[in-house]
């Protein structure tokens, strides 16, 4: 069994910051690309960033130049600093894992989600 864990969700004024955290554990053998996605209330769940295993990365046009994702394999954590934040950042944000579990089952695991406001 794998879970993904994600913490650092909140309460934040426009223009401030915030670092979500999500760490991946269980029957895991290898971790591949690790992203974010986010779901503002009555919209689809969006993609965010990703990072690959090489730490190339993607992000949506929306985020490009505030927001950053970082990994470290060691602890199978996948990071995203959040700068610059806008209202329009105000969403549940998921963390995901493409991986192969020791058992050699290969599938993408989701977290619970992360609540961040961006309010004044």
């Known amino acids: 069994q794998v879970q993904l864990v994600e913490s650092g969700g909140g309460l934040v004024q426009p223009g401030g910051s915030l670092r979500l955290s999500c760490a991946a554990s269980?029957?895991?053998?290898?971790?591949?690309?690790m992203a974010w996605y986010r779901q503002a209330p009555g919209l689809q769940r969006d993609f965010v960033a990703l990072?690959?295993?090489?730490?190339?990365?993607n992000y949506a046009d929306s985020v490009k130049g505030r927001f950053t994702i970082a990994r470290d394999n060691a602890k199978n954590t996948v990071y995203l600093q959040m700068n610059s934040l806008k209202p329009e950042d105000t969403a549940v944000y998921y963390c995901?894992?493409?991986?192969?579990?020791?058992?050699?089952?290969?599938?993408?695991?989701w977290g619970q989600g992360t609540q961040v406001t961006v309010s004044s």
């Open positions: 995901n894992a493409d991986l192969r579990t020791t058992a050699w089952a290969r599938y993408t695991a």
């Open positions: 269980g029957s895991i053998s290898t971790i591949y690309t």
């Open positions: 990072i690959n295993t090489g730490v190339s990365t």
